[in-house]
């Protein structure tokens, strides 16, 4: 055996070794490219790869291409893949208690966003979550400034939504959208467009950054700005999987984790800064909701979600809320 082999045999061994040491993470999520929080998750996964030393290959697969939004969940707590990011109200009647936030005009504030990922009700959900089978490791916060899209003339009334059939985002938040006179649709965000562009619903509400990145102005015409709920991404893995990690591979997710939350933050004041104007610029009449009629749209709807939130959570609700108030 020649030296030069021998050298040349070593370093492949070296490699392959190498290889086999890192632990492959695939992560399935729902967003287009173009939406501001795919970007987040994009740059959280070079931080992972980064503070593990390569240990962890993240690969992320977006836009529904691995798993289907609806099916995320299950295929984490089934360890069919390894990770995943929803959006809170995806959770629907699995643990309704992710829907906290979804509350009309119940967490606005932005400050307390800022406190939500290290605060006790994250840790309260975060425990509830291991209790469903997967292990949180990131909240991305991801708005609290919404549409109301429609086609033809605004909606900034409760009386504009009698009859009208739209997109809704889960039983509670559903609630206060029937009591104004919508019928709801479940639908995943992915496939929203082409409802609207079919006539299959006719409006929606979505993230006000999102009606731009999805395009939904060239299916709706009018949009009213409500600061009506607040949405948030949030990445989870599967338990064992994550059990079985180095210390090194733990501590990175923690810390990318931590990062992410702050870069979600960021990016989402941002694109919600943004995104009316650029609507406009696509040809939407986009009104901005006045006070009063803010208020009227949360006296039509906390009512009922309130209840509906109270029905589904019991006393797991009241104590969660009472957390939030800590924050708020």
Not at 157 to 184: C, H, I, N, Y
Request: net charge negative; hydrophobic share 45%.
């Amino acid at each position: 055996m020649t030296k030069t082999f021998l050298a040349t045999l070593i370093a492949t061994t070296a490699m392959a070794g190498a290889a086999s040491a890192q632990e492959a993470m695939r992560c399935s999520h729902q967003l287009p490219p173009g939406h501001h929080i795919s970007t987040v998750i994009d740059k959280w996964a070079a931080e992972v790869e980064t503070l593990s030393n390569g240990e962890l290959d993240v690969q992320v697969f977006g836009a529904d291409s691995l798993i289907k939004a609806n099916d995320n969940i299950l295929a984490v707590a089934r360890g069919e893949i390894e990770c995943a990011f929803s959006l809170n109200f995806q959770w629907g009647r699995t643990l309704p208690l992710m829907n906290v936030t979804v509350g009309p005009y119940t967490m606005s504030s932005i400050e307390a966003w800022k406190k939500w990922p290290t605060s006790e009700a994250a840790a309260y959900l975060e425990d509830k979550l291991l209790e469903k089978g997967v292990k949180n490791i990131a909240w991305m916060f991801q708005t609290n400034v919404s549409v109301f899209t429609s086609k033809g003339k605004a909606m900034t009334k409760p009386e504009d939504f009698q009859g009208v059939k739209m997109r809704g985002l889960g039983p509670a938040f559903d609630r206060g959208l029937t009591a104004m006179g919508a019928s709801t649709v479940s639908l995943p965000g992915s496939e929203v467009y082409q409802a609207l562009a079919t006539g299959v619903i006719d409006a929606a509400v979505t993230d006000v950054a999102a009606a731009y990145s999805r395009r939904y102005f060239e299916v709706q015409d009018h949009m009213t700005v409500v600061p009506v709920l607040a949405a948030y991404l949030h990445g989870y893995v599967t338990p064992s999987w994550y059990d079985g990690l180095s210390d090194t591979q733990k501590a990175a997710l923690d810390e990318a984790g931590q990062k992410a939350a702050e870069w979600a933050l960021e990016a989402s004041q941002e694109a919600s800064a943004e995104a009316p104007a650029q609507l406009e610029e696509m040809g939407v009449t986009v009104h901005i909701a006045t006070d009063a009629e803010n208020e009227a749209f949360r006296a039509a709807m906390q009512p009922a979600f309130e209840e509906g939130f109270a029905a589904e959570t019991g006393d797991e609700g009241t104590e969660l809320l009472s957390l939030i108030e800590k924050i708020r």
